[in-house]
């Protein structure tokens, strides 16, 4: 496997090793399934999203056939800033009220960003117990504020996300600024990713002046770091809460208020962010001291002569008392020590090799650290000069790179004396983040298609043979209105699905529920071409990637195959062992112009006799052959409450517990060969011991009542 590499563009060179052989799969008449975790197949889905988005019958029926485990919200950049409790009036947005009639409808899971610049620690972990708490005080309130007396029961938590607001700009998914500027003529401010970072970490103050570049979800207005408020009617006196309190009340230079009189918002509109801030934090605009007051959180406004219609107020102030992640984890972890917590910042090379911080990161050390594989950069040029075959190989790559910071955390964690396993969590975005994208643009086409069904599989091979320790998946956004195409559904102005939804179906079915692996003879070869540190790296892959599994719908074992040829068509002769009794084959295709965002789907479902299925793998292809079997094999037990399972510790070294509802009726333990070297029919309290068995990895076969049954890897230490 090859991952030491820096991917700027891929080229195939087109070389067919095997071209005219045949290819052939051979599959295994008792496959070892391994169940996909629920939390594996999260989405990101906004508070922001309309309530008559997702209670239409076609975003039901799409959403379901994606067989759903969990959506990150309030999500996005949005989550950074979002306050809980005043959106509860936002009867038609998807707020924390509307979100637990979403859960219960889809049967999925809450996975939560917490406001990190706009609110403190304790605010964290109130919220976490509103969300778990058992307590009658809780139940009372949940009862009060959403509608329900139940706990939520949300397990995952991330702290902060892509700050573009709550910092300012901190680590936007477009790349870290590392000055604010001021007005024409002033020197602009240093602020480096360090101490970015150590504020992320450790919290502290932050002097709110300024403009930086409108860039992530930042537009003119919102770049400008202080607060601002434009008046369209008239008032004597007004109290201002600023978004990011508190703020300081013992120096009395700490605030400063601009009134801009007569200002012209259809100007702001086109101005350039120097232009705007230049007119607004003009000098002559300095209300006086005895114009306003402030506390920590609110500032008064007593103008002399009143807020008059057009008046723009700008509010610069220094922000102090912001609790840094550590000070979050630590009192959510208070509040309810079982749930599983994530840090969104990259540690730094300063940070990592400072004895204090890795000893502070000890102390208060997350459950997983989280991931934002960004595809965009490495996509879009290629796209742009006409290299499409790079998306059929970036997810490959971005999946490789999430081994080496798996790799990196588990050496940290011996380095470090961390106390606990450190996992990996993937979320936004997949391709390209193009809102203003050409309505006719390749990346909307069947390359969109291809990464995500490559990255959704990949993922879950590389977290189930434990290549990474996988916690929470969320790399796709489900579904938003407007023009930005990487959203897998589309409610305006009619809904659709669209290319990444298709995809992403296709591999639900195929393989959403288990996987097992699968071997091609003579799979053609095919060249790319990356760089290392600058020099041109040529490496050779497999043309074909295919997985084997089950989905939702018991009765069908199925694979899916990528072609990753841009040129060729292949044939794919896939051998079916009798024992399946299988009696018909569903073969589905979804293939593309690579230059257009034109694509097709083909489907067929065919009687099937013999032992040999064909399938044609049109170039450039995402494909799936679902085998209808009459004899069950022992794996219909995928579903109901069997998917959500699985056995804890793991590793480990004396017994494992199964966290089925349902107490299995008798265990076989396998070992990595498939042969059974255990056989137990008493089942106590959902748990088994393995002191006998030597170290290794082992498979874990659960049968339950009406045949249903979970297979689970182990790894025995």
Same mark, same amino acid.
């Given at each position: 496997m090859i991952r030491s590499y820096t991917i700027n563009c891929f080229l195939f060179?087109?070389?067919?090793?095997?071209?005219?052989?045949?290819?052939?799969?051979? !599959?295994?008449?008792?496959?070892?399934?391994?169940?996909?975790?629920?939390?594996?197949?999260?989405?990101?889905?906004?508070?922001?999203?309309?309530?008559?988005?997702?209670?239409?019958?076609?975003?039901?029926?799409?959403?379901?056939?994606?067989?759903?485990?969990?959506?990150?919200?309030?999500?996005?950049?949005?989550?950074?800033?979002?306050?809980?409790?005043?959106? !509860?009036?936002?009867?038609?947005?998807?707020?924390?009220?509307?979100?637990?009639p979403f859960l219960n409808t889809f049967n999925v899971e809450l996975q939560i960003v917490v406001n990190f610049g706009n609110g403190s620690a304790a605010d964290a972990a109130e919220l976490v117990s509103l969300c778990n708490s058992t307590d009658s005080y809780y139940a009372g309130l949940r009862q009060s504020l959403l509608n329900s007396p139940n706990p939520i029961n949300v397990k995952y938590w991330e702290i902060g996300n892509e700050s573009t607001d709550a910092w300012a700009f901190g680590w936007s998914w477009l790349g870290f600024q590392e000055n604010i500027h001021f007005q024409t003529g002033f020197p602009d401010k240093p602020f480096t990713k360090d101490e970015a970072n150590d504020l992320y970490y450790y919290g502290g103050e932050f002097l709110r002046e300024g403009w930086v570049e409108a860039i992530g979800g930042l537009d003119n207005k919102t770049a400008i770091l202080g607060h601002t408020k434009f008046y369209s009617t008239a008032l004597t006196t007004d109290v201002i809460t600023v978004k990011f309190p508190a703020m300081d009340i013992t120096d009395v230079d700490a605030v400063q208020v601009y009134r801009t009189p007569n200002f012209d918002d259809v100007w702001a509109a086109t101005a350039s962010q120097q232009e705007l801030y230049d007119a607004i934090a003009n000098p002559t605009n300095l209300l006086s001291s005895n114009e306003f007051s402030w506390t920590a959180t609110e500032v008064t406004l007593i103008p002399i002569g009143e807020l008059s219609v057009d008046d723009f107020i700008l509010i610069e102030y220094n922000s102090i008392g912001h609790d840094g992640a550590f000070a979050f984890r630590d009192a959510m972890k208070t509040a309810d020590a079982s749930i599983e917590i994530g840090y969104n910042v990259k540690v730094e090379d300063i940070q990592a090799n400072n004895s204090t911080f890795q000893q502070d990161f000890a102390a208060s050390p997350p459950n997983f650290m989280i991931k934002h594989p960004y595809a965009g950069g490495l996509v879009v040029p290629a796209i742009g000069v006409g290299f499409f075959s790079d998306a059929a190989f970036v997810s490959q790559s971005k999946v490789e790179a999430l081994v080496d910071l798996e790799e990196l955390w588990n050496q940290r964690e011996i380095d470090w004396g961390i106390p606990n396993e450190i996992g990996v969590s993937i979320t936004e975005w997949n391709v390209a983040l193009l809102d203003d994208a050409d309505v006719d643009h390749p990346i909307r086409g069947i390359t969109c298609g291809m990464y995500v069904a490559d990255f959704w599989a990949r993922t879950f091979e590389y977290g189930l043979n434990n290549l990474i320790d996988l916690r929470v998946m969320n790399h796709f956004s489900l579904s938003a209105t407007g023009n930005n195409f990487i959203h897998l559904l589309h409610p305006n102005p009619v809904f659709s699905v669209g290319v990444e939804g298709v995809a992403t179906t296709m591999v639900m079915e195929a393989i959403g529920e288990g996987m097992f692996p699968i071997t091609l003879s003579n799979n053609p070869q095919i060249d790319v071409i990356t760089t290392n540190e600058g020099v041109p790296l040529p490496i050779t892959i497999d043309a074909i990637p295919a997985w084997g599994g089950v989905g939702a719908n018991n009765d069908y074992v199925n694979v899916l195959l990528i072609n990753r040829d841009d040129e060729n068509s292949h044939v794919v002769d896939i051998d079916i062992p009798a024992i399946w009794q299988a009696d018909s084959v569903i073969f589905e295709s979804l293939y593309g112009e690579m230059v257009n965002e034109v694509v097709s789907t083909s489907y067929d479902d065919s009687p099937f006799t013999g032992s040999t299925y064909s399938a044609v793998l049109p170039a450039f292809s995402v494909n799936t052959v679902r085998i209808h079997i009459t004899n069950s094999l022992g794996i219909d037990?995928?579903?109901?409450?069997?998917?959500?399972?699985?056995?804890?510790?793991?590793?480990?070294?004396?017994?494992?517990?199964?966290?089925?509802?349902?107490?299995?009726?008798?265990?076989?333990?396998?070992?990595?060969?498939?042969?059974?070297?255990?056989?137990?029919?008493?089942?106590?309290?959902?748990?088994?011991?393995?002191?006998?068995?030597?170290?290794?990895?082992?498979?874990?076969?659960?049968?339950?009542?009406?045949?249903?049954?979970?297979t689970y890897k182990l790894i025995k230490q």
């Open positions: 060179l087109f070389i067919l090793v095997s071209y005219g052989q045949s290819i052939n799969i051979s !599959l295994p008449e008792d496959p070892v399934i391994q169940s996909i975790p629920t939390q594996w197949k999260g989405h990101n889905h906004g508070s922001e999203t309309n309530i008559s988005d997702y209670q239409t019958t076609e975003f039901g029926a799409a959403f379901s056939k994606m067989n759903p485990g969990i959506i990150r919200w309030p999500g996005g950049n949005r989550a950074n800033n979002y306050r809980w409790m005043d959106r !509860l009036d936002d009867t038609d947005k998807l707020n924390l009220e509307n979100v637990i037990g995928y579903g109901d409450n069997l998917k959500d399972a699985f056995i804890y510790p793991n590793p480990s070294s004396d017994f494992v517990y199964f966290t089925s509802k349902e107490r299995p009726i008798s265990v076989e333990i396998l070992n990595n060969l498939g042969q059974k070297i255990k056989y137990q029919t008493s089942i106590d309290f959902n748990k088994i011991e393995i002191k006998e068995l030597k170290q290794g990895v082992y498979f874990i076969r659960a049968i339950y009542s009406d045949k249903k049954l979970a």
